[in-house]
């Protein structure tokens, strides 16, 4: 069985600072990674994914994801924060090996910036 | 850029009828998927779709849904008759590829289904 854990329902951060979402998973074999973000009354949109190759991944709007193995992590990350990042946040994973290209997903990360 | 689309974006419905959830997936994708969210709760797999047949299920997609594709742009969740307890966000999603490429999935905006 695969799992995601967002151990923080809301994330506050003043505009221009550093933000980080945490995401930690449990996935037979080596994972596929997501973020996906949700605006009101949207749906999920794609930020990044991590699938092999650099644990530093780069994705949509300026946000990165650092992919962790040992600590089975996928913290999101912006180096300076923007009002406009208010947003709902989600972590998903898959398995490889996963016939029907299943995605788990965390329960989510309110982020609330300041300005 | 592509969008998936899926109409209505709110459908109330009496416990005990039949709905069909409807869904455009962007129009190269090879893969289809529904998702779920209950109010409060995640975002739940339900079932994913390829090459015309169901190539994986959650163990909430019981006899009471399908899905179908019925031409080549429409892809639809039917629920045969619904309880209170199918009340959630209905997602559709699609991507090109699975697989090792694995593309990412794109997402509709969701109908909201309220059962009475």
């Known amino acids: 069985a695969q799992s995601v854990a967002q151990p923080e329902d809301q994330v506050n951060v003043a505009e221009g600072n550093p933000l980080t979402v945490k995401c930690t998973y449990s996935v037979s074999g080596n994972p596929y990674l997501f973020w996906y973000v949700q605006y009101p009354n949207r749906g999920l949109q794609f930020l990044l994914k991590y699938i092999t190759g650099d644990n530093l991944v780069k994705g949509s709007y300026g946000f990165e994801a650092e992919f962790n193995k040992s600590q089975t992590s996928f913290h999101l990350k912006k180096p300076s924060a923007l009002v406009s990042d208010s947003a709902l946040y989600f972590c998903a994973v898959r398995a490889r090996a996963a016939a029907g290209n299943k995605l788990t997903f965390g329960g989510g990360t309110r982020v609330l910036v300041k300005p | 850029e592509p969008e998936v689309t899926q109409t209505p974006s709110h459908q109330v419905t009496q416990m005990g009828q039949e709905v069909i959830l409807r869904c455009v997936p962007i129009s190269n994708h090879l893969y289809f998927y529904w998702y779920r969210q209950i109010l409060g709760q995640k975002v739940e797999f339900l079932v994913s779709?390829?090459?015309?047949?169901?190539?994986?299920k959650s163990e909430i997609f019981d006899d009471q849904f399908s899905v179908e594709r019925p031409d080549g742009s429409n892809f639809t969740l039917k629920i045969r008759s619904t309880k209170l307890e199918d009340s959630a966000m209905y997602f559709c999603?699609?991507?090109?590829?699975?697989?090792?490429?694995?593309?990412?999935?794109?997402f509709g905006d969701g109908t909201r289904l309220s059962i009475l």
């Open positions: 779709f390829y090459n015309n047949e169901i190539s994986e």
């Open positions: 999603a699609s991507s090109l590829e699975g697989g090792p490429r694995n593309q990412p999935q794109h």
